[in-house]
């Protein structure tokens, strides 16, 4: 493994990939929030913040199709609906994840 916390090995499974997500989407969720007001306050739309369950499921498609490219499984039209049902089901495990994780969090507090 050589010191490698996330390998393509890693990331063909479910708990690597709800991981992945959720590292990524902690860490770039006050960015995303940040342009997004940045563009209403531009349009002039009244909005506090991007959705984040939105951004999990963007987060979730790009990465659930990245590694699938990687990894030479999407060969037909059928491998790309798959993905994206995938995909979802990806951002509904992420999703879960991390309220059981803040609940848990709350708990102890």
Do not use: H, R
Not at 46 to 67: C, G, M, Y
Not at 91 to 106: D, I
Request: with cysteine.
């Amino acid at each position: 493994m050589d010191g490698q916390f996330f390998t393509l090995d890693i990331l063909t499974t479910l708990a690597g990939l709800v991981a992945c997500v959720l590292l990524i989407v902690q860490f770039s969720k006050n960015p995303v929030d940040w342009i997004y007001n940045k563009i209403c306050k531009l349009f002039k739309i009244q909005a506090d913040k991007f959705p984040t369950q939105i951004w999990v499921v963007i987060v979730s498609e790009f990465l659930f199709f990245s590694v699938m490219f990687f990894t030479g499984e999407l060969n037909s039209l059928v491998d790309y609906f798959l993905t994206s049902i995938n995909g979802l089901v990806l951002s509904a495990a992420g999703c879960k994840s991390f309220e059981a994780m803040t609940k848990s969090n709350e708990q102890t507090e």
